[in-house]
């Protein structure tokens, strides 16, 4: 009898590194990004603030939304990781034995958890240029899991959204956020909008 042949052993696949990274919101560092994000009035719709129409109105309202100026706030900007083609053709463009630096990654918005009055409020927003790609899905669990882990006495955590925002509904849900209920909203009615809804999530076991 032929010695069997072996069965060869298949070449695991390297696994991907994460697209997203999260670091503490910086007025100094993520100014010009957070401006990006929050002076469009496509991102405050469903919104009663206002839309900043300045770098300087900007920064005030930044400001408050940090956990250098507010240690009961936990805001994170969402940066982007360089796609790994760029990264590859930024050390092959690197003419000298020094490797280059590879590109940096991008702020692309921000997630966190803020006071307001007894409540802890989950909030997200995302550059326009970013939508649809997934990407609030992929921050808001890495935001849950950082604040759970960095609040050992927070027990739940409430969002509000519109039904009508179809997109942060799924992502509420997703994570395990349940309807609490239909808050007034006389503001957003007033903008077109229907009842903003309360949503809560418990702390995990």
């Known amino acids: 009898m032929s010695p069997s042949t072996p069965t060869p052993t298949p070449t695991p696949t390297p696994a991907r590194p994460p697209r997203l990274s999260l670091e503490p919101l ?14 469009d009035p496509t991102n405050l719709i469903w919104s009663t603030d206002t839309t900043p129409r300045t770098i300087d109105e900007t920064r005030a309202w930044m400001l408050p939304r940090t956990h250098a100026h507010d240690p009961a706030v936990e805001n994170y900007a969402i940066l982007l990781a360089a796609a790994p ?3 590859a053709a930024a050390l092959s463009s690197s003419s000298s034995s020094a490797a280059a630096p590879p590109p940096p990654p991008r702020c692309i918005g921000n997630c966190g958890v803020l006071p307001a009055g007894e409540r802890l409020m989950l909030g997200y927003g995302l550059q326009r240029a970013y939508w649809g790609r997934g990407y609030m899905s992929e ?18 955590l409430h969002a509000v959204v519109n039904p009508e925002n179809v997109a942060s509904v799924r992502i509420l849900v997703a994570n395990g956020f349940v309807v609490e209920e239909v808050l007034p909203g006389e503001e957003l009615r007033a903008k077109g909008i229907g009842s903003p809804v309360l949503y809560r999530l418990e702390r995990p076991p």
């Open 26 to 39: 910086d007025v100094s560092k993520h100014l010009p990004s957070f401006h990006e994000t929050w002076a």
């Open 139 to 156: 921050a808001v669990p890495l935001l849950l899991r950082r604040y759970w882990g960095a609040t050992p006495g927070a027990r739940r």
């Open 85 to 87: 083609e760029a990264i």
